[in-house]
């Protein structure tokens, strides 16, 4: 049973949308209301109506929603379209042809600018030495590669010539990789000879070339490798081959190939429970559709912006809001190679002021460890360029959410703090910046067409201000998953079964202010029961770094023999507070979780460290911690763990 709790720390304060931002915005309250209206009269001319308008057909379909196998929704399936046509190629008539598409800096301060002309070009390129390599519609490409431009390249030539890709994040390890390419059956892995991380070469071609050992089973029947940072590598005679070699003499002619709409575009996997990762896959058409939407309601984005996501395209994130949303929209991307801090901590500050980016999406842990390094950093900038932010990744303590409204946003930017999944393929609940005061740590409102309802442990409607329970999705919507690669069981078990497949499950605890304002809470597995009260994990860690001296905190359940549960603190200190007592801080903390919930919340055991357990996407992987804290060894599924040293040191902490 999910939590149902009267929350002290509720955030009660308000800010309002800039006035002059309103009636500049590409959704405004007026339009917000009138879509909104028309999804609940009549959905499927809503959706068909934005299909219509948002998207280039090559055959228009006339079938908006098949229902008859749910959970197995089908979009648009009637009709057919190219998604790299419609992010690039439709871009290249007028001036936008001349725009930047793509300006890209390296780690060593290098920098490149691709217009759409020139991005359509090297797609096209590459798309044609795909095909000459023998990939076919429907064939498995896997890309393992750095942030570099041609990752980016490498995604929209799939998508030409109907290939589906599957992009494995390039901190992954070679088991990780490995996995992957046995579970899509993937022909063809690109890759580079390696890739800069604060300064250092992650070798990539190695981690592939020991995920294709002899002895592991796997279809790869090319590796196509980019040089990147001039390491020595192996190649493999009659299987590997150089990147610039396989576009040598290829024509800049690939006309896109018309695809149905629910053709898959790409395979991306996320953790499960279980020690096997869900190849979650979309489609065509449906995904596209959604992920340009959002990027123009949510981000508001201009022809005049540069939009920077700082997600990288392993990562749902950068597929939706580097790649296909902001492309689709005609907008110019920022791509950044390297670690955010080096070689300094004011590497992005220093970034956004000599590019003049103007919006500006990360995660709540990237905010949280330039809180800890100091308001100094930021303020050596001139970050007036900004004018929109954006929150993803997991829920924005409020005071993260204030420290980055003021710091970086100068307290006039509109903080865009999205919910969404890799499952969704877009955002889902936001604040839109022309609509929806912000209240900080709050998701605000469901999108239009999207019909968000927290329940109950009987798929009941739970309608109690400030009640907790089940977040759950109650209609289809175009973005939304297909299924998961090979596994349609697993899709139902793990998205739809528990409540007859009535919802979209999306394993969040949730609860709705007198406002309507959504506030996730964190998993559902997520949840404390101390003493027969339930408390989420969010309302524990927001009043931990609520505390001055608090940078992050993460918070578990362990066993306690008269309690049930007690609850484990995990916490990252400011650099300025390392070298204050452990001890009389632990009691500090202790006392204001006290003050901020109740003395049922406060930690039994606190344990500081200098690093949480983490995706790199930036989420806490607090199954991990649970078993860590328990003093259990660790069987879940790691692949996704940026550093799995971290590890190692928590599990030598003691209380």
Not at 408 to 424: F, L, V
Not at 607 to 617: G, I
Request: with cysteine; proline share 6%; hydrophobic share 40%.
């Amino acid at each position: 049973m999910p939590p149902s709790i009267d929350s002290t720390l509720a955030e009660t304060r308000s800010f309002a949308v800039p006035a002059d931002f309103a009636r500049q915005a590409n959704m405004n309250a007026e339009t917000f209301a009138r879509l909104n209206r028309q999804a609940s009269e009549d959905p499927h001319r809503f959706w068909g109506d934005l299909a219509r308008e948002y998207l280039d057909w090559d055959i228009p379909f006339q079938q908006v929603l098949e229902t008859d196998r749910a959970p197995f929704y089908r979009w648009f399936s009637d009709g057919q379209l190219n998604v790299a046509h419609n992010c690039v190629d439709r871009h290249l008539q007028g001036a936008t042809r001349h725009k930047a598409a793509l300006i890209w800096e390296g780690e060593d301060g290098s920098v490149q600018t691709l217009t759409y002309a020139q991005l359509h070009r090297k797609m096209c390129l590459f798309a044609n030495a795909l095909k000459h390599q023998g990939v076919q519609k429907g064939d498995r490409v896997a890309i393992y590669m750095p942030m570099v431009p041609e990752a980016v390249i490498a995604m929209l030539a799939c998508a030409r010539i109907g290939a589906i890709h599957t992009v494995v994040f390039g901190g992954f390890s070679a088991e990780a990789l490995k996995d992957r390419l046995e579970d899509t059956d993937a022909k063809i892995l690109i890759t580079a000879d390696g890739a800069w991380r604060a300064g250092k070469v992650v070798p990539l071609k190695r981690h592939a070339d020991q995920a294709l050992l002899r002895e592991h089973e796997h279809s790869v029947r090319r590796v196509i490798v980019l040089r990147r940072t001039g390491a020595d590598i192996d190649m493999q005679e009659g299987r590997d081959v150089w990147w610039e070699d396989v576009i040598a003499g290829m024509s800049a002619d690939c006309p896109a190939l018309p695809m149905q709409a629910e053709d898959p575009l790409f395979i991306l996997y996320t953790s499960g429970s279980t020690g096997k990762p869900k190849g979650v896959f979309h489609s065509s058409a449906g995904y596209l559709l959604w992920t340009m939407l959002t990027t123009r309601w949510v981000f508001d984005v201009k022809p005049e912006d540069v939009y920077w996501c700082t997600a990288d395209i392993g990562w749902i994130t950068g597929h939706s809001y580097v790649v296909y949303g902001p492309l689709a929209n005609g907008a110019t991307i920022f791509l950044y190679e390297g670690a955010p801090m080096y070689p300094q901590p004011d590497r992005f500050w220093e970034m956004i002021a000599r590019h003049g980016i103007s919006i500006l999406y990360t995660a709540p842990t990237a905010v949280r460890a330039f809180m800890k390094m100091g308001d100094e950093w930021p303020q050596r900038h001139d970050l007036s360029s900004l004018r929109l932010l954006g929150s993803v990744g997991e829920p924005m303590n409020p005071e993260a959410w204030m420290w980055y409204h003021e710091q970086i946003g100068g307290g006039r930017c509109p903080i865009a703090d999205t919910w969404w999944q890799t499952e969704t393929g877009g955002h889902m609940i936001a604040p839109l910046p022309g609509v929806a005061a912000n209240k900080p740590g709050s998701c605000t409102l469901p999108l239009p067409g999207i019909g968000a309802r927290i329940v109950n442990d009987q798929g009941d409607p739970i309608t109690a201000p400030d009640a907790g329970g089940y977040l759950v999705i109650d209609r289809p919507w175009p973005g939304m998953l297909r299924g998961i690669w090979g596994n349609p069981e697993r899709y139902v078990e793990s998205y739809w079964a528990k409540f007859g497949n009535r919802y979209y499950i999306a394993g969040d605890s949730a609860r709705r202010d007198a406002d309507g304002y959504f506030w996730v809470m964190g998993r559902i597995d997520d949840v404390l029961n101390v003493s027969g009260h339930r408390l989420g994990t969010a309302e524990v860690e927001s009043a931990l770094v609520a505390h001055p001296a608090v940078a992050e905190a993460a918070v578990v359940g362990i066993p306690h023999e008269i309690k049930g549960e007690a609850i484990c603190a995990f916490v990252i200190l400011k650099h300025q507070y390392q070298g204050v007592d452990r001890d009389e801080l632990g009691a500090a903390l202790r006392a204001q979780v006290t003050e901020l919930i109740g003395a049922i919340a406060r930690p039994d055991d606190i344990r500081f460290t200098d690093a949480l357990p983490k995706t790199r996407s930036g989420k806490i992987m607090r199954r991990l911690l649970r078993s860590l804290a328990r003093g259990e060894e660790i069987t879940q599924d790691t692949s996704t763990l940026e550093d799995e040293g971290t590890l190692q040191h928590l599990a030598t902490l003691k209380k």
